[in-house]
């Protein structure tokens, strides 16, 4: 009897166990079109980390379902992978979790990398797990014949720690396979004991012929200001680039050498602050597509701080002769433009009219601006904007109302290379002193812009609805023209 009592009460404790990482995901119930922006459907589900990948023609999209903004088993995430693909960026298929919690020490499927070698896909990730009583991060791998049904394999993890390296953040592997055949891990970390405080963040470097056993190398990054999270690792056209990020922010060196020295480029393309721990992939025709994840905001407020799991966000990488990278919206990710609006001027006295539907702010001692009335609430803008000389900035306004009343303003500062997007911003853009093509998309709570089809900038922005757009010059002259608005289809 009483071996019967303790069977029982082990399945009920299982059945607990399983439920409380029950997460309702029906893959069926996903969009197959454009998962631009795509938010899961499903109560309390969002998108985390990106993992993307390309083999045989197919982009894989790897990501992280986000139950409840990370609050799932008591804080530690409860992320398991989900997989989307496509050949085109145009139709997608939806698979259901590949990569799940199974057991009851996995607190969280954690962020990591996929490779092809060896006629198989090895999936390489963190588990976030308690260990003695305090919360650590482990390696482990899975590996398919397909990408789609992983096997995860033993010993579970398979690797706990580096020596000289913190337990506690030992997660997000990038997983490469060199020449000779030879598995690589960067493992994001912190050093035990930096050269100096507050610069202890680092990439450990693992190596194994085997998969079994795993040599640590010098490490490829140190003296960050925190973990170095989620890294990336690529080569394209000879460069070779390192990609990370601080607090989502993400940053990447660039090197003609396999693992450095690494150099800065010119300006940090994929740095855009609601733009979260960008990765890339190959796609065809030797381009790159990059995905991250828009978060949410505090209280859907637009004043608060961002809260894990939220959208998907994509860009297209362009690489500049030094190697730099630029970044524009992917061409078949953008919405179908249905026939523009009509638009119906109002301006002040310091604007006119040159030519039908091109409007000149010359307002050398304040602002000037113009204005259109009765926006939809989605749409998308393109237009030119052409400054003439030094001035202090130039915008516009959207979603405001009267007199510009509230709305979220996009401010150019040609002397101090800034774009600002309300109460986020992106540095070191050139040219904004030359005529700039603008690539608006305002989607529910999502205002994405595109600037000369090379950086990007995108914010989260829920409480303005007013249907004013307003374009404005101020202390300067700035012609604004070839506009055209474009409602979007729900």
Known sequence: ??????????????????????????????????????????????????????????????????SAHHSSLNGL???????????????????????????????????GSVVYANNR?????????????????????????????????????????????????????????DKNGVFNLFVSSRQDQPVMNGAAGALVHLSSRDRQHWAVEPPVL???????????????NGWYYLVYSHNGNTFYVKSRNPLGPWEQPRSQALNED??????????????????????????????????????????????????????KFPPEMLPDNITALPLQAVHDSLTTEPAAGSYLVNAP????????????????????????????????????GEHAAGGYALSFSAINRIVKLANTSIEAVDGLDKK??????????IIDVCVNGKRCIVNRLYEQKGSYLWLYAKHGKVKFSAIKVY????
Request: aromatic fraction near 14%.
């Open 1 to 66: 009897m009483k071996r019967i009592l303790l069977i029982g009460t082990i399945i009920l404790l299982c059945m607990q166990v399983k439920a409380q990482f029950s997460v309702q995901y029906d893959p069926a119930k996903q969009p197959t079109d454009n998962f631009q922006y795509f938010t899961p459907s499903g109560e309390q589900l969002f998108v985390g980390d990106c993992i993307p990948f390309f083999h045989n023609d197919t982009y894989y999209l790897y990501w992280l379902l986000d």
């Open 77 to 111: 995430g409860g992320h398991q992978w989900v997989l989307s693909t496509t050949k085109d960026l145009k139709h997608w298929k939806n698979f259901p979790i590949v990569l799940g919690i199974d057991e009851d020490w996995e607190k969280s499927i954690c962020t």
């Open 121 to 177: 896909f090895y999936a390489y990730y963190a588990t976030r797990l308690i260990d003695n009583g305090k919360v650590n991060e482990q390696l482990s791998y899975a590996i398919s014949e397909d990408g789609i049904h992983f096997v995860k394999q033993k010993p579970n993890p398979f690797y706990t720690s580096a020596p000289g390296y913190s337990k506690r953040d030992f997660r997000d592997p990038k997983v490469t396979v």
């Open 222 to 236: 140190t003296g960050q200001p925190s973990v170095p999270e989620c890294p990336d690792y690529f080569n394209w």
């Open 274 to 327: 609601w733009a979260n721990v960008v990765k890339t992939a190959e796609f065809t025709n030797g381009r790159r597509i990059a995905a991250g994840w828009i978060p949410s905001r505090r209280d859907g407020k637009d004043d608060k701080g961002e809260i894990f799991g939220g959208s998907t966000v994509f860009r297209e990488l362009i690489q500049e002769q030094d190697g730099t990278l630029s970044t």
């Open 365 to 400: 001692n304040g602002q000037g601006a113009v204005y259109f009335k009765d926006l939809p609430a989605d749409y998308r803008v393109t237009m030119e904007i052409t400054p003439t000389g030094i001035n202090e900035e130039y915008g516009l306004v959207l979603r405001s």
């Open 436 to 445: 700039i093509t603008l690539d608006i998309i305002v989607k529910n709570s």
């Open 487 to 490: 409602p979007l289809s729900k």
